[in-house]
Nanobody
Framework: QVQLVESGGGSVQAGGSLRLSCAAF????????MGWFRQAPGKEREGVAG????????YYADSVKGRFTISQDNAKNTVYLQMNSLKPEDTAMYYC???????????????WGRGTQVTVSS
């Protein structure tokens, strides 16, 4: 089992920045790939950014490329999402997710955090 503990999030004005953190506890090989999904009311869930610690895979949704940066601290089993130049359309609940491989992370992650709200006002 893997437990994901998120922190960060909050409310900012457009153009501002936020940083999300997600720490993994438990059977760590099951969380080789970690990252963030988001879901806004009435919209489908979207994979935002993901990274795998073994093969160096890094993924960004087109909507966040150039603005968001995902990084990881393997010693702390933690991934970070630095979000810059935030837009009102980035407003959503952000969920940390983990899986043993990128394919499983992208399609159907094995583990989920509880979510943290990000609100961007215009």
């Amino acid at each position: 089992q893997v437990q994901l503990v998120e922190s960060g999030g909050g409310s900012v004005q457009a153009g501002g920045s936020l940083r999300l953190s997600c720490a993994a506890f438990g059977v760590l090989y099951s969380s080789n790939c970690m990252g963030w999904f988001r879901q806004a009311p009435g919209k489908e869930r979207e994979g935002v950014a993901g990274v795998c610690s073994d093969g160096g895979v890094t993924y960004y949704a087109d909507s966040v490329k150039g603005r968001f940066t995902i990084s990881q601290d393997n010693a702390k089993n933690t991934v970070y999402l630095q979000m810059n130049s935030l837009k009102p359309e980035d407003t959503a609940m952000y969920y940390c997710a983990a899986a043993p491989s990128f394919g499983s992370w992208y399609s159907s992650p094995n583990y989920w955090g509880r979510g943290t709200q990000v609100t961007v006002s215009s």
